[in-house]
């Protein structure tokens, strides 16, 4: 384990015990969601793990989530190096990364897709994989009580949005996943999700 695995460690121990909403989903476009839940030793109580959902189909997904986790899903991985499926009868792609096969993507995103707190849902948007600021705009006008849109650069009319600094002279987020120093900080950690998390219903 490297230094700087350590200290996340040692940080997100005592960010744990000020964690006080310990039974929520936490929905996001890519792995995002996974790494949060992760960082705070939550279960994976959400089927946006180890995958990314392309737009604009993450805001179709998000105009009515109760109805697309209940989906079956079409497997469309033809010569892709990891498994792809359609879900709501070919309407939203799920790329699922880190799954080696459709049918064990399929199982744990049905599995988790049965964990879902549907009275305390936090939805994350990530500024990536073919999102406009029509998109922004789209997802803004969602009606969720506690969202948050993670961003490139300054959008003054999109409420929702949270400016994530490192990626301002490029088109887009980069992988805001990874370190930005060897005391263990990463981009992502720029929001405050201790603060997102503990928000009332």
Known sequence: MTLKTKLRKIYFAFSRQRLKNKSFTLISNNCL??????????R???????????????????????CYVNKEIEDIT?????PI?????????LHFLHYNSFDEA???????CRRIHWDNVRIVLVERDGCTESDLKAFDELPYSHKI?????????????FLIKGFEECSELGNVMTY??????KYYDQFHWRHFLNQKK
């Open 33 to 42: 969601a996974g790494c949060v839940l992760h960082d705070f030793s939550m």
């Open 44 to 66: 994976f109580d959400t089927p946006t793990i180890n995958l990314f959902i392309p737009f604009p189909d993450y805001i179709k997904f998000l105009t009515d989530l109760k």
């Open 78 to 82: 033809g010569d892709s190096p990891y």
């Open 85 to 93: 499926g359609l879900l709501g009868g070919g309407v939203i792609r």
């Open 106 to 112: 399929v199982d744990a995103w049905k599995r988790r």
């Open 149 to 161: 849109a993670l961003v490139h650069k300054d959008y003054s009319n999109i409420k929702s949005s």
């Open 180 to 185: 930005i120093n060897s005391w263990g900080r």
